[in-house]
């Protein structure tokens, strides 16, 4: 089965608009200790894949796609992969 049965925590940056996951945050919680700043990010509702793939990581582009759709991890990657070309294909026009 592909389906995706776990909905990931997204927080956001409130200096930068970065969308981290919530293991992100844990992460850096684990490297900086206290001297990581937890309260910069705010936890948000999940976002759309497009404001992923502007305001996150590749692989949390492709998590979300794949949480929303149920699909493969190749899949999403392809997926991803063609939706980050039509947007630089459409803001090439743009210009």
């Not at 990581?36 to 936890?43: G, T, V």
């Not at 949480?67 to 210009?95: F, H, T, V, W």
Request: some cysteine; aromatic content about 8%.
């Amino acid at each position: 089965m592909n389906e995706m049965n776990v909905q990931m925590d997204y927080y956001k940056s409130k200096e930068t608009g970065r969308i981290l996951l919530r293991q992100d945050l844990e992460i850096a919680k684990e490297i900086y200790g206290d001297m990581a700043d937890m309260d910069i990010f705010e936890k948000i509702d999940p976002p759309s894949v497009i404001d992923c793939i502007t305001h996150a990581r590749n692989f949390v582009a492709v998590y979300r796609y794949r949480e929303m759709n149920g699909c493969s991890l190749p899949q999403a990657k392809d997926a991803i992969r063609k939706m980050k070309y039509d947007m630089r294909k459409a803001n090439r026009k743009k210009q």
